[in-house]
Nanobody, 129 residues
Framework: QVQLVESGGGLVQAGGSLRLSCEAS????????MGWFRRAPAKEREFVAA????????YYADSVKGRFTISRDNAKNTVYLRMNSLRTEDAAVYYC??????????????????????WGQGTRVTVSS
């Protein structure tokens, strides 16, 4: 059972930056696709970013493309989400997720929360105007 622990959330002014981290408990992490999702108050959980297990492809929600960057360090069992030019609408609890994807899984699979078996507890990001 892989455990994921997020960190790095906090309060930032609009236009600022944060880097979220998600550390996995097992080395099998390196075999999993990793994703970030978020849930804002009174809103549904939404996809933010994802990366294939080997880092060969990344996927982003349109709302964060060009501002957020997902990366991973398999040697550290850690995935990151660098968030630049933060907006008030980015405020949410951010969740790290991991899952096994097949070579036949397409882009939509990486954006789908139910494709991820493992989830962290979330880290809160607050953006002040």
């Amino acid at each position: 059972q892989v455990q994921l622990v997020e960190s790095g959330g906090g309060l930032v002014q609009a236009g600022g930056s944060l880097r979220l981290s998600c550390e996995a408990s097992e080395r099998t992490f390196s075999r999993y696709a990793m994703g970030w999702f978020r849930r804002a108050p009174a809103k549904e959980r939404e996809f933010v970013a994802a990366m294939r297990w080997d880092g060969s492809s990344t996927y982003y929600a349109d709302s964060v493309k060009g501002r957020f960057t997902i990366s991973r360090d398999n040697a550290k069992n850690t995935v990151y989400l660098r968030m630049n030019s933060l907006r008030t609408e980015d405020a949410a609890v951010y969740y790290c997720a991991g899952g096994a994807m097949s070579p036949f899984d397409d882009t939509d699979s990486y954006r789908t929360a139910t494709k991820y078996a493992y989830w962290g507890q979330g880290t809160r990001v607050t953006v002040s105007s």
